[in-house]
């Protein structure tokens, strides 16, 4: 589901921040020569991301290591399961480790979490988005796991979606010349998404044109009183501080979608170790 | 103090991450003349890291916004103080924002948790290390930030330092044939670290030449008997599931070093807005 | 328009593939401290367009050069006018010369033709569409130069738009099984546009409820018909073996879009010299 | 015939290009599971070229699609003739079959013309040339077409061959200069290529040593005199305005060679189609 | 033991510099369709080192290319012996040709001088080391070269030691200052080895706390007296314009390593041909 | 003379490679705020080349180092004179010491080591060239320190020069068939040069139409021979184990060129200090 040219690329990346002039521990302490097997084991629940990715950074480095058990991403895992089991040797298993774990611990911290706020809305309208608030450089990856936690996608980057948020209102002099300039600039194949902040400012949007509107920071009764007002001529998303605490409350206003940042930008990396076994 | 042809590489790199083919909202809405000024707002309590990195993000976009006023790396924050102002053309500003922030919100919750640390461990004699448990890619970013917050960096990658770990010992068949190994193939110029899970290995690592040891996942009584028995001979360090409602016990123990995983692969992003302010 | 990592990567990829180990003809023939002016001269009829692209390629190459006179972008040229005047060392014009008429030259040749379709379905409500049929790797410059001419982009590329083709339709067994399938996987922020080939295919999009429709290959007959069956719902997009001899009728037929793949896929370069003279 | 690592790289670039953050088409209305066979079908006459990089541009998406018929470089091909056949996964021929049609169609399309300008010269002793007004980045697949068309390439780039050019010796001050400074800066085991505007610059040309020149939009007739004064001693090249409707009648001159910027400044692609057939 | 990633990237830079837009030769005097053998030959003495290099770099060209007889690095060749024999596409083989020798004699020629370096300190304590004086872009196989003849690589680079050199020294303001302020700034697990000049630079450094001294251009005689001034305490490093004619004095001073810049900066090639037969 | 691109992505390389993530020592060591001034002095009599790398180096890594003085290339060097003067950050000046003088030193022992061939040939016709025989992904500075040393540069390349060594004869099944091969293939504005080995291969080649010839390790006396019958029809090269001891004797058999592999394979590093002077 990501492409693959992504992928590689984040992983060579990866692996050369790690490996740079070579690992000098396993180097002075192997002779190359061990092969063995490695375990990699959740220590707490979670829900697994990034599996392809984690076995992806030890082929890269050693095509001749072997998988011989992989769970599926998407799956909810209890503690001590076991995630994946691989082997070949035991130098490049070392070496490729940590990099592998960076990756899967993080992309199953996202995946966690994201179906934490999927249960917490379940029964409601609502959908789960992500925003562009992802770390630098690893964005796929990071809106992959979110997809895998059953959250839908907003758009990837600034080129895939229109979406007037307030300092493009401040900048263009208001809601309504925001959207008309948009409108003579693109094609009516695109959807125009605008951030509003008030009653009145949904009032605007909708009289100007919008495709969709983002509530952003408005209280639930405000929220509430948006969705009525819209009537489901439009799109609806809330965003802004949302929290496990405060996500069901939001949902239950009726809104189409919530978009929570700290699904990606404060991610809890899910714990996982790789044990490895010597072949004897 | 991280090398600018990094910096300037991942800046790049989130640039065309985010813009791609370009910035369609941004393009829709303005008519690329507008200029304004913007700040960057604390929005809680925080350390500030990575402002370096906020500034030159926007000139690579674009080397004719001036910064007008700039607050330095390591300030203790209050909530609402202003971080940075800026000004120039507002389509650049509208492009680049989200990427700059990405970066700062990151660094700066990285350096305010390791302040946290140091601050929980102040009076004793341990200093907090981090790890290479960062985000894969952002790896001189991450570090930087620790050193910041008041943190030492432990190695930064596979090539520059010997760290047997774990792992490394069950492949090379225990303790002792993995240190003398190491010695045999590296140069005495470097030293060997060695991570111990109890008393026995500490002595085993010792007998064997260890420069220093790494006590894994040990009790605090434990610790302090490694620390009465190695007496100062070699440096400690302290490591597995710290926390910073455990960290002073452990750094009271008379560990010389405690490395936390967490400051850099569980980060809470620092809450940063940036406000735009159009030209009248 | 295009952002400027793209534009300076694809100059510099051009400049290196027609420079390589060096200019052997310049560097033989010149002693490297000859300055004086040249001239770019248009030697037809044309739209301009590329012209930063032309000076960015001078200025990769040799910063010092100077450009004492430049016509903006879209300005319609009568032949032998004078495009572009700049000075400086004869050495770095002449081995920037190629590579920058060579952009500027497809470049133009691209707006020019726009603006001849736009100039033939004047009066109607259509507009002229690009498509994806761009020369590998220039995407962003064609596409800037069809905008340059008057055209409006379609989607960049597979990344920011949804757009349903026969093919899709072929592998998942019909129109509506496609569109519904890809309602429920993506947000209702983005537009679903199919592509259709009769009246039938028609009816059977809007009844699975297409955002968009684009009539392939259809006579002006089926089109008038469709135009009218859709009464203006979702926006209709004309396609296929579009001619400037038949651009007309298309038009005429009450289509909102008529997108032309010849914009780019066939370009006739726009004919344009550079003229040197030495400083005495 | 094209270095594999140019070829590789320009796929892939291309790939990306198009591709970026992924095919949100396929991905929201295929399973990613179906399979089947496509069909590239040449819509009009053509000389063929480029299958190779039709083929590595799939394959380099997925290496488990299979080519079960595929015709072979400058084969002569009739409307309605199938090209290719392939089969393997949907999701990956439709994701690439785009950037796989932009190479072949642009690389065709050269070939075709360079036929067209080979037969219109057949029975002379003239040579089709082509230039370096090739599409930037392409150039290696754009020189490749030609000599698959049946035509020479010229030097491939500034790099690989001395013609000293009218903007040459305005900047050395005359013809006789700029051959003397290059006789004495490069050795004598490669040729040097003066281009002349009539025959008294021929003649100067020849006196200062010129080992082959180029007629710059000369009459057919101060051609032919050219010709008769040179008699065999250097090789000669025409150039200049040339078009299918001019060129025998520039080979009847007698010139070795002519060159014909518009091969590939000016390409019209090749019409070919790729029909899917979903397997049942 | 190099890491595959920095060999391939090397590779396939020296072959693009080498190959560029195509090897004209070998494309206008054979098919492509002429297959045969080729043996690399020693024409001197020598150590081999680099045959992996010399390998890949025709399998990274043509991967269907065999080798049916490859001697292991570090053996000790005589002139006229066969180091490797292969067969395939001769086409390949000669575009690679002079690529793979270029490795192949520069890294058997470093191994070669650093066991002759090795040979003239044998029976006393001391080791060979290299430096960073090595060929820009090449480090990682010289140094793999200096391993292959019997040394010891000093560090990699500036990241993966701390050295302090004269320059620092003078830039600090002394020796113990420079040292201070280094044990403040490192973690303890980092060794710091520091450049004296005489006895009195080793009495302040020693009494700074260094944790290795490296003796700069001292006499043997001075040598000596540092070494029983040291003691054992530190490891010892002689460094400055050691050579094969005064290398045994400096070993026989009882130090443990000298350095040995010329490794690296002042590579005499080894002499090596590959000598082609056409299969008949 | 050697194209901006490439030089600025070798100083990049080289100094990424050294610097990794960060010069530790100087990091370590100084504020980052002290200034001073260095001198780059030769210890050896030499021929300056690569002075304008040297200085890029440092300006790449910090553009507010200044020179404040700088001999030029190609000037003949007296031991103890000072080529360079520099002051800035000292840390900037640490950093990139090493890099800097590892171009310097190569390069300026290639110029000088070609000043020795071309003097000790001088009065006859031979001009010395050198050879592919480079250190991989240096080609470009290695061919530009021949030039200053006096030299002339062979072809940069397998692209820029039709060559027919003794492997390409083998897999051409003699000189007659692979002379003919080419000039089929080749337009005749290119030389076709040919190895020989003897008498009777040079007449074959002169029959068979070379357009220049390399004479392969053949005697004084076979060389003489074969330019009295070459009769100056074509440029004359002798190439083959070429040293300082013989390259006289070779020139005065009337060769026009000898070819000297040893000038860029087997290089002495020039000798060249850094001393640095802290600003009081």
Redesign the interface.
């Known amino acids: ?6 992928v590689h690329r ?21 002779t ?1 020569q ?1 092969s ?1 097997t ?1 375990r990699a084991v959740a220590k707490a629940d979670m829900v697994l991301a990034g599996i392809d990715v984690f076995r992806q950074t030890f082929l890269l ?1 050693d095509p001749d290591i072997k998988f011989t058990h992989c769970l599926e991403d998407g799956r909810a895992i209890k503690s001590r399961e076991i995630l994946a089991e691989l082997s070949g040797k ?2 490049s ?3 490729a ?3 592998a ?3 899967l ?2 992309m199953s ?1 996202i995946a966690t979490m994201t179906r934490q706020y999927m249960a917490a809305v379940s029964g409601t309208r609502a ?1 789960i ?1 992500d925003t ?9 990856l990071d809106k992959y796991a979110v997809r895998v936690g059953g959250g ?14 307030d ?2 209102i ?4 208001g809601i309504t010349p ?1 959207i008309q ?2 409108r003579q ?7 125009i ?1 605008v951030e509003v902040r008030n009653i009145g400012e949904v009032r605007e949007a909708l009289a100007a044109g919008a ?2 509107v983002m509530l952003d920071n408005m209280s639930p009764e405000a929220m509430s009183e948006a969705v009525r007002l819209i009537g489901g001529k439009v ?1 609806i ?1 809330a965003s802004g501080n949302v929290t496990l605490a405060n996500v069901r409350q939001i949902a239950e206003t009726g809104v ?2 919530i978009s929570v ?2 699904l990606t ?5 899910a714990d996982i170790s ?5 072949r004897t």
Chains 1, 2, 3, 4, 5, 6 share one sequence.
């Not at 930008?265 to 990396?269: A, E, N, P, Q, R």
Request: charged letters at 25%; a neutral charge; aromatic letters at 4%.
């Open positions: 589901m990501i492409p693959e040219h992504m984040l992983i060579r990346c990866a692996l050369e921040e790690d490996i740079g002039a070579g690992d000098v521990t396993t180097a002075a302490v192997l190359g061990e063995g490695a480095l035991l130098a298993i070392l070496t480790e940590r990099t774990l960076n990756f611990q993080r911290g959908r988005l562009r608030k992802t770390v630098p450089g690893l964005r796929s839908l996608n907003h758009r990837f980057a600034l080129y895939d979606g229109v979406l007037i948020k300092n493009h401040t900048a263009a002099g925001a300039r948009a600039k693109i094609s009516r194949t695109l959807k998404e495709d969709a799109p998303e189409d979608y940042g700290a930008h404060s991610v809890t990396s790789l044990l490895v076994s010597a």
